[in-house]
């Protein structure tokens, strides 16, 4: 067999576990987001607790990622469908769309991983930082940074023949490339929600040699649990990704190696079709498209 008849096998499967897969993670994610939002909304207990209040939020928050842009996303990655590439309002809408929300997401798991820490703390002065009011201004605060954000996505994402709906400002691809994927959305949230995540659970652990109420020891053990949980899932979905995108940077795709590259499609199908639809310097994965077809 030819290489490019290997690659065009290698591209078939992973076209087809792409499909597969994407509607396991869009159904498992909806019903787990919705469990959460109705499981807490209904004990009258947690209604006050600003732990819960951030997990609800960013459940919500996930929900409208999976929904919208998620979705749509099953749509070009399976089966070849992408309505940005002819609309200018969906080309801006989607990409911003998207990335707001996961940064919003990302911000709110930090910010229940700190609550939780203060909390559970010894200090006095430390748990009264936590409060509902205070998450509520700080979700209000990150959702407004994060809308700002996005502006110069707005202003930047266009449609050209040459790669499609992409950003083709330098300083925004650097700042895409170098800072947003790595940082932003990979080590800055994986490394805060792991750090306080811990510090909160380490706290939990010593909760039992101070005089506290069962009621409150057993909250603050199940919080604890929760948010760990939810840190948990954030690292083993969002490490693979960073990785990627570093591995990517250091080792750029080689246009001529067909199967190399689906090879890579296969492994990293989600995410490298993402890459080459933010930023043309994802060399491997379009110029083996375009070839195949």
């Not at 469908?81 to 911003?96: A, F, H, M």
Request: with cysteine.
């Amino acid at each position: 067999m030819s290489s490019l008849s290997i690659a065009q096998t290698i591209l078939s499967i992973a076209q087809d576990c792409t499909i597969y897969i994407s509607f396991i993670i869009l159904i498992g994610g909806l019903l787990g987001n919705t469990c959460i939002i109705i499981t807490i909304s209904r004990l009258k207990f947690l209604r006050k607790n600003s732990s819960s209040f951030y997990l609800i939020s960013e459940s919500i928050a996930n929900s409208i990622i999976l929904v919208i842009p998620y979705s749509f996303r099953i749509g070009i990655n399976g089966f070849n469908y992408d309505p940005s590439q002819t609309s200018i309002v969906w080309c801006k809408l989607r990409q911003t769309f998207g990335q707001m929300c996961i940064l919003i997401s990302m911000s709110l798991v930090c910010f229940a991983a700190i609550d939780q820490y203060l909390s559970t703390n010894h200090r006095p002065y430390l748990r009264l930082m936590s409060s509902l009011k205070l998450a509520q201004y700080l979700t209000a605060c990150a959702i407004f940074i994060w809308i700002l954000h996005s502006i110069p996505f707005i202003v930047f994402l266009e449609i050209q023949q040459s790669n499609g709906c992409n950003i083709y400002n330098n300083v925004l691809i650097n700042y895409i490339t170098y800072i947003y994927y790595p940082i932003l959305c990979g080590m800055l949230p994986i490394i805060i929600s792991s750090l306080f995540s811990l510090l909160a659970f380490t706290n939990v652990r010593q909760i039992l040699r101070r005089q506290m109420p069962v009621f409150r020891r057993r909250l603050d053990r199940q919080m604890t649990s929760m948010i760990l949980i939810r840190v948990i899932f954030l690292i083993i979905f969002t490490l693979p990704n960073t990785i990627q995108r570093i591995y990517a940077l250091i080792m750029p795709a080689d246009p001529n190696d067909l199967i190399g590259a689906a090879l890579e499609q296969l492994c990293w199908k989600p995410n490298r079709k993402r890459t080459a639809c933010v930023y043309p310097a994802a060399a491997g994965s379009c110029v083996l498209s375009n070839e195949l077809n």
